[in-house]
T-cell receptor
Framework: DAKTTQPTSMDCAEGRAANLPCNHSTISGNEYVYWYRQIHSQGPQYIIHGLKNNETNEMASLIITEDRKSSTLILPHATLRDTAVYYCIVRPNSGGSNYKLTFGKGTLLTVNP | EAGVAQSPRYKIIEKRQSVAFWCNPISGHATLYWYQQILGQGPKLLIQFQNNGVVDDSQLPKDRFSAERLKGVDSTLKIQPAKLEDSAVYLC???????????FGPGTRLTVT
């Protein structure tokens, strides 16, 4: 079972920031937060991951709360091509544990013109 | 850098027939995954290979599904005999090692009639 909770759907205006929340209240100390997205009829695409510090790359920013029980993925200037299902996943990165990705149903982000 | 390749992209078969899917991972990636994605759900891991060895096949219906990665590069997933409930998108993914981010192929959409 997925260990995260996400809203089923969200809307965002083109050019505005999209903020996608994720709750992971049972996250363990060695588990990272991963974000993937899946555009219609394509395979999932890796976006970003983090442990406890905020992370930024060319696609997005990831803000993780201090208690690590929730996080927010930020797309700073959403475009129509960002319309997709966004998955938040927690997974260990070390320690010889099971590194399996367990996908939930994700959040359908619709960017409107 | 070439991505994960899958073929065919689409397949329609009748129930009780057999079908095979092929995956070529990103060059140098040791870990290969097969996922099943039923319409409206997130992908579910079927099997994970590390080089040519199976790491996790706990969710693979072994009475009808089989997979191999003989030389630690390409992989095939077979279903024999197919059932109506096998209608889904079959996704292949690869990662440099098991604890790295995964890169997904475009998937094969299987329809069983």
């Amino acid at each position: 079972d997925a260990k995260t909770t996400q809203p089923t759907s969200m809307d965002c205006a083109e050019g505005r920031a999209a903020n996608l929340p994720c709750n992971h209240s049972t996250i363990s100390g060695n588990e990272y937060v991963y974000w993937y997205r899946q555009i219609h009829s394509q395979g999932p695409q890796y976006i970003i991951h983090g442990l406890k510090n905020n992370e930024t790359n060319e696609m997005a920013s990831l803000i993780i709360t201090e208690d690590r029980k929730s996080s927010t993925l930020i797309l700073p200037h959403a475009t129509l091509r960002d319309t997709a299902v966004y998955y938040c996943i927690v997974r260990p990165n070390s320690g010889g544990s099971n590194y399996k990705l367990t996908f939930g149903k994700g959040t359908l982000l619709t960017v409107n013109p | 850098e070439a991505g994960v390749a899958q073929s065919p992209r689409y397949k329609i078969i009748e129930k009780r027939q057999s079908v095979a899917f092929w995956c070529n991972p990103i060059s140098g990636h040791a870990t290969l995954y097969w996922y099943q994605q039923i319409l409206g759900q997130g992908p579910k891991l079927l099997i994970q290979f590390q080089n040519n060895g199976v790491v996790d096949d706990s969710q693979l219906p072994k009475d009808r599904f089989s997979a191999e990665r003989l030389k630690g590069v390409d992989s095939t997933l077979k279903i024999q005999p197919a059932k109506l409930e096998d209608s889904a998108v079959y996704l292949c993914a690869s990662s440099l090692q098991a604890n790295y981010e995964q890169y997904f192929g475009p998937g094969t959409r299987l329809t069983v009639t």
